[in-house]
């Protein structure tokens, strides 16, 4: 377990009128990572971010550009997606393409593949899939809309996935999303990744962002 957390800004929370710049300055701030969501409409009820906007903010940062593709057919965008710049991509398991033909498509075209669940559905839906993911994404809200309040009974799923990667020796990252500042990182402390839009974004970026990376550091001494 690393001594603190990467920290990954979802751009959800930016102000769109300036993307580029709100990247530019997470980065300069200390993000590891840019969180990208992608919503189509149908497999969550909320339209946002396409394979455009990631390959604009390519240029603009070497942050790793982490994509959570909450969509019904994910198949039909992974090449997009690698083609414009991703260096992660997430996928639902619920969701309605061959999670493990989406897998292989991501990892052979060179990003990272990631697997994630809503906070209703058994962690159980995901264990054929961790022995070659790279990332497992805890929902610790219903996937949809930013804001919402951290369910502190999906906890219990990070726990799980850090016992099954010691157990199997897997290599997975544990991000969790949703509802995380402040108040609620210190329930996170298994975890390797934090996604935080509006803790960092509507608040000063450098002060959060710094709190969130030496949180677990700060609660273990």
């Known amino acids: 377990m690393n001594d603190s957390f990467l920290v990954a800004p979802s ?16 980065e300069k701030h200390g993000a590891d990572w840019v969180h990208v969501d992608v919503m189509d409409g149908h497999f ?39 083609k414009a710049g991703a260096d992660i991509i997430t996928v639902h398991v619920e969701s309605e393409s061959n999670i493990k033909d989406c897998l292989e498509a991501i990892i052979a075209g060179g990003a990272k593949a ?22 497992v994404l805890v929902m610790t809200v219903e996937p949809g809309f930013g804001g919402q309040s951290f369910m502190s009974d999906q906890v219990e799923k990070i726990n799980q996935l850090v016992k099954l990667r ?17 108040s609620t990182v210190s329930q996170c402390l298994q975890a390797d990744v934090l996604v935080a839009g509006s803790y960092v974004f509507k608040n000063d970026y450098k002060t959060s962002i710094d709190f969130l990376k030496k949180a677990k550091n700060n609660e273990n001494n």
């Open 11 to 26: 751009i959800l929370s930016a102000d769109f009128a300036k993307l580029g710049q709100e990247v530019m300055a997470i």
């Open 114 to 135: 990631g697997i994630t669940l809503r906070p209703g559905t058994s962690l159980d839906a995901i264990k054929p899939y961790l022995s070659f993911v790279g990332l």
């Open 44 to 82: 969550v009820p909320n339209l946002t971010l396409g394979a455009p906007i990631v390959k604009s903010l390519r240029p603009v940062t070497s942050l790793t550009l982490d994509v959570h593709l909450m969509i019904s057919h994910p198949h039909k965008y992974i090449d997009d997606f690698l």
């Open 166 to 182: 010691s157990e199997n020796n897997y290599n997975y990252l544990i991000e969790v999303d949703g509802g995380v500042n402040a």
